[in-house]
Each structure stands twice: as C-alpha cells, then as structure tokens.
C-alpha cells in the first residue's frame, strides 16, 4: 500500500527521488467547492491555500496570471489545494473548528498544509498540464473500503507529544485510516496522497477521478499509463488543546465539516497551477525536506500569510458554533452519508460574479437553492448556452450544448456545458 512507504519517510533520511515539500498557508475556510459544486455554495467547509480560489474554476484560466499572490512558500506554484476541515464537538453540543499546526521544520505559516510533491519509484514522469485538476477521496463515506486503492491512500496519524510542532526527529505515532480513537498528545495529521498515474490525454473527467488512478504493485496499469508526480499533502490538527474537554470514556469528539466523525469521509482537491516549467524544473533538481529549492522562487512566511481571502459565504465558521456550518448533521455510517438541505444555512454567496453557472439542481436539492446572482438563460433555438445545464435527473431543458462547448455529466443530478 503507498500510503505505509511515504509513511515511512523521515526527516533528514537522504531522498533518492526528487522532492518538494514546502509550506502553504491557508487562504480562506468557506462552503466552496469549484470541482463538485461549481457555481453553487457547497455543502460543508473548505480550507483553501490558493488565491484565485473562486466560486467556478474555468480549466481554462491562466491561474498565474489572474492571482495576485499565492500561499505557497514557492511563489511560482499557483496550484489550488483544498480540503474538508475538523472540528470538535463539546459534550455541551456545540462545535469549535480545530486550530492547525504547521508542518515540521517549515517555520510557522498560518494554519494551511505542507504540499509534497514527489518523483514516482520509477523515475520518470511527465508534469501536469495546464488546467489538470482532480479528487481523492469522497466526502460522504463513513466506512473505510480496503479493497480501494484510493481509499488506501488516505491515513491518520496520532501523533506523540514531540511528534505535534517544531519537533525534529520525524513525526513519532501511529497510523490508521479513521480518526483515532483515543487522545493524541501532539494533535492528530491528516495524510492524503493523490493518484500518480493519468491516461494522459484528459485534465479532467466527470467524477475528477477516472482520468487519473493508483498503480497496481509499482506500476501504473496500462489505462493509465503516464506517471505524474506524487501529490502527498498534510494537515496537522492541534487537536490537543481540546483534549482536556474529551470526557474519558467517550467517543471520539472530532469531527469533519461533512458531519463526519469517522474520517472515512476525508477528501481533498488539486488544480494545478504552477507557472510555465517551474515544477518539471523544481522535479528534475530538488530534493529537500525543508521548503527550499534552489531553482524555484521563494517567498517570506509575511508574505504567505499576508496572502488571504475574505469568505464569501455569510456564515460563522470558528468560535462555538450550535451546529456544523451547512446542513450537516453527525452521520457516523456505516452506510453512505445522505444530503442534507433546508436547515436555513446561506446558499449565496456575497459579492458579484457575472460568468458563475447557474446553480447545479438536486445538488444541493433545488427546493433549496436561490439560484446565484446571474443566470445563465438557454440561447434560442434550442440549445443550452457555456455553463448551463444540459442533462441531468429532473432536468427537462435542451440537452444540445451552443458551439464550441459540449454537455459534460458532472453527477446524476446535473450536466454542464463546458
Ligand atoms: C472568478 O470566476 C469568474 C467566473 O468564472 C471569472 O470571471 C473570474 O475571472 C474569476 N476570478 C478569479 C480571480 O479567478
Ligand atoms: C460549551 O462549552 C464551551 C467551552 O467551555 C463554552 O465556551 C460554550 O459557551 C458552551 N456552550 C453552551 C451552549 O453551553
Ligand atoms: C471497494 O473498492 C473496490 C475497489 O475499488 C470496489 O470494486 C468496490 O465496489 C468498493 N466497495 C464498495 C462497497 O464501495
């Protein structure tokens, strides 16, 4: 399994495949989620590393161009990185969002991740392409599939007092694939690797996940056959500071921006966005620990934390909160998580956006959507116009898309012309 090898690295060990790992800081916690819910709030909350970060992510925008700063300690990776946020639930009811940690040995940004990006076993490999994005992970599991690949990827580390922040002799603990269930003296780290092989044609598929898959014992299998580097991200929970609040005997109290309180449910996203050739660069010649690459530019931990973005959805996020933000009951599983809607939770978002597709309809379920501030009307003759919808359960308008775009599925519930 992937996950137990990169598992296994530790600090200081001499790396024989290239590496980056560096710092990125957070940008934004909101309900946005571009991938699955272009143009709609998303269900549940999000922390963002990247500034362009919007309500819809046209594949092809030029993100170095239109962003005006980035997270990341190199300042040519204008990658977005997103991923479902903890919290802790208090025996009084409410929720508080778990406070970050940064990684080892990369300073103190301000809450954020650290983004490793490593060379894959066999060495060669082909970069990103402008407008690639995937997913790993789905936010409405509850139950660990260990026959998955993808599922396999993902892990939970409970880290030992040394293991939390600054310590430097690795990051002591123990590893399983659903939130511990007992306290961790240096906080709980989210591990999350993506896909290293692609079919190299698509930056995209309907689901953001077939274009992409796991290689079988090594080797990427022969429907995907191009090797892309290793995209491995961390989160470092400060769940510690909460523990004292943890009645001994208990449940586990964390849980995800999804109501979910297994960790089964944990996900992440990538766009990516480095500028020109800088990672095949950074790829060919890099192999540090500690956020430094001698080809790549870096920028002060002021600056990347200086980089930030008003929420646009009009809703706590942090201090006690009586409810999850969205409509996000606890749902421990087994079985999959179920939509929720109707709790009253925003579904607009502040400010204009004069291109935003019109909102996806039963995802969220429509009854519960205010359709955002423009919307994009069918074009006469018959045909729906780029950005609106064109299938979809329920959906009963034109299904032919007006040139050059063409009806992409999204979900059962919603197709798109893109
Ligand atoms: C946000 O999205 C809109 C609609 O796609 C687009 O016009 C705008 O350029 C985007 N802004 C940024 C900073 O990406
Ligand atoms: C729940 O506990 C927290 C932490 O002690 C406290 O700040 C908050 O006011 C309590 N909320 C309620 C509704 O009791
Ligand atoms: C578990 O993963 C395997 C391999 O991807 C898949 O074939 C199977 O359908 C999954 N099981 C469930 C219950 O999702």
Excluded at 159 to 166: I, P, R, T
Excluded at 322 to 342: K, M, T
Excluded at 343 to 352: L, M, S
Aim: glycine letters at 10%; one cysteine or more.
């Amino acid at each position: 399994m992937q996950w137990k090898a990169l598992a296994g690295l530790t600090l200081g060990a001499t790396q024989a495949h290239a590496l980056l790992r560096f710092a990125c800081s957070q940008l934004v916690v909101e309900r946005f989620d571009p991938l699955l819910n272009p143009g709609a709030v998303s269900p549940h909350v999000h922390q963002v590393r990247f500034v362009s970060f919007n309500v819809t992510m046209d594949p092809g925008n030029d993100f170095p161009s239109i962003s005006t700063c980035t997270t990341c300690t190199f300042k040519e990776d204008f990658s977005n990185y997103w991923t479902a946020v903890l919290y802790f639930k208090h025996p009084n009811g409410t929720f508080k969002r778990v406070p970050q940690l940064p990684g080892q040995l990369l300073g103190n940004p301000n809450g954020g991740m650290t983004v490793y990006y490593i060379q894959p076993p066999s060495g060669s490999f082909t970069s990103f392409k402008k407008g690639f994005r995937m997913i790993v992970g789905d936010a409405m599991a509850r139950a660990v599939n260990t026959s998955s690949p993808e599922a396999n990827a993902m892990n939970f580390r409970c880290l030992d007092a040394n293991g939390g922040n600054g310590g430097v002799t690795g990051a002591p603990g123990t590893d399983s694939q659903t939130l511990p269930s007992k306290p961790c003296a240096g906080g709980i780290r989210s591990q999350i690797n993506f896909p290293t092989c692609w079919d190299g044609v698509n930056i995209d598929s309907a689901n953001h996940k077939s274009h992409v898959a796991y290689p079988t014992n090594g080797a990427c299998p022969s429907t995907h056959p191009v090797q892309i580097p290793q995209i491995f991200l961390e989160t470092v929970w400060d769940t510690a500071q909460l523990n004292s609040m943890w009645p001994s005997g208990t449940p586990q109290p964390f849980v995800f921006s999804m109501g979910d309180p297994t960790g089964a449910g944990q996900h992440a996203d990538y766009m990516f966005g480095w500028q020109g050739d800088s990672l095949t660069r950074a790829m060919n010649s890099c192999k540090d620990f500690g956020g430094s690459c001698s080809t790549l530019l870096t920028q002060s931990e002021s600056a990347i934390n200086s980089c930030k973005q008003q929420a646009r959805v009009d809703e706590a996020t942090d201090g006690w909160l009586p409810a999850l933000p969205g409509c996000n009951p606890i749902q421990a599983g087994p079985g999959r998580a179920v939509a929720n809607s109707g709790c009253g939770a925003p579904t607009t978002w502040i400010g204009t956006d004069p291109t935003a597709p019109p909102v996806p309809t039963g995802n969220p379920p429509a009854s519960t959507v205010t359709p955002p501030v423009s919307t994009v009307v069918p074009a006469p003759g018959g045909t729906a116009a780029h950005w609106a919808q064109c299938g979809g359960q329920g959906y009963a308008g034109p299904t032919t898309c007006a040139s050059p775009y063409t009806c992409k599925a999204q979900n059962a519930y919603y197709s798109q012309c893109l």
